[in-house]
């Protein structure tokens, strides 16, 4: 299913909090209480956050957690990327035509990782930032990227 | 994860197949046989297919399965609802604000809402057509795609 994981959910949520104060530091403890999620799932999604390098773990009394760099600079991808891996449609796209019996057979995988292309780039190109403004109820210009996307793949 | 099910990867390889001779009826066995996949699989794609219009079953001994509309006509978020159901990047976006026990705190739903719009646009603008021919190597218009994504929702 097109669907990207809750505990990714869960990390946009946690980040565009941070993103409001970027310079701050912030406790699991408080990030818990403030978006009212568990504090082992907030404790995990940290810690893989800090391993992907978008967030920076301080110790000592005025330890916590704070981004790794300026919200502008973190893309939507990156986040993905940190708690679930690469952004791949299929199978064959992360693993290869070995990761699919049925590769010898298939006329649209090349397709499928054209498609996935245009979804990492757009995916790139929204940011941490921009997920963390409230944005307005209406983007005219969407309805006219479809076309734009069958431009680019037919 | 941010990934198509495999029963929509087949169908969209079966489709494919299909749409080279649109006019033509097809058996299960046949397209099975073609694609190298199992012949249930194959046959529950098929139904699935059928269910959500995408193809007619025909009777008789002249009877298999067409396609119900031109190639062009069926994109490929048709075939990823007739699969998967709707297109949904996140579980609120399918099921509203009850399906996430977070939501009240949440401030990402809307952006991700959005994000789903874009993508949702831009697999209605890929048709089967699209899927079915072989695509150019490369696409220099996709790198500039992102730059137009964060344009719409920022």
């Not at 990714?8 to 970027?22: G, H, K, N, V, W």
């Not at 940190?82 to 990761?99: F, K, Q, R, S």
């Amino acid at each position: 299913m097109l669907r990207i994981n809750r505990e990714t959910d869960y990390a946009t949520a946690i980040l565009s909090l941070m993103a409001r104060q970027p310079q701050e530091r912030y406790s699991a403890a408080w990030l818990s209480s403030k978006r009212s999620l568990p504090a082992p799932v907030v404790s995990k999604i940290l810690k893989q956050l800090v391993r992907a390098e978008v967030l920076v773990s301080h110790r000592g009394a005025k330890g916590g957690y704070s981004l790794a760099r300026p919200a502008e600079d973190i893309s939507i991808a990156a986040v993905i990327n940190a708690i679930e891996g690469p952004i791949a449609l299929t199978d064959c796209i992360e693993g290869g035509n070995a990761a699919c019996q049925y590769s010898a057979h298939c006329a649209v995988s090349h397709n499928w990782s054209r498609i996935n292309d245009v979804f990492q780039t757009a995916l790139e190109a929204v940011s941490l930032k921009d997920m963390s403004a409230p944005l307005p109820a209406e983007h005219p210009s969407l309805r006219a990227l479809g076309e734009r996307v069958k431009t680019a793949v037919s």
